[in-house]
């Protein structure tokens, strides 16, 4: 992913003007409250989160650019029930 879909032009554009990457060492025990809050189990994980680190949406596994391009662009889950 690091190469194919985070090296992308259209992916760095789209991460840079709506999110605040952050990217997690899962072999780091320094990283083991963080991995156990989102139950990550091992990389490599996306997840979505609102500003308070709610969890809006994920994918595990390694995922392309489309699919990557889509979680981003997918609807806050809660938006539907805050109307």
């Known amino acids: 992913m690091k ?3 985070w090296a992308d032009d259209e ?4 991460v840079n003007a709506q999110f605040i990457p952050v990217a997690i060492d899962v072999d ?8 156990a809050r989102y139950n990550v ?6 997840i979505i989160t609102d500003s308070q680190g709610n ?3 994920w994918r595990a596994g ?3 650019k489309s699919e ?6 997918a609807p806050n889950p809660s938006a539907a029930t805050d109307l």
């Open 3 to 5: 190469r194919q879909v």
């Open 11 to 14: 992916v760095m554009t789209s």
């Open 28 to 35: 780091d025990p320094d990283n083991a409250a963080v991995l």
């Open 41 to 46: 189990g091992g990389a490599p994980v996306t």
């Open 55 to 57: 969890a809006l949406r």
């Open 62 to 64: 390694g995922i392309g």
């Open 68 to 73: 990557f391009l889509e979680l981003l662009r």
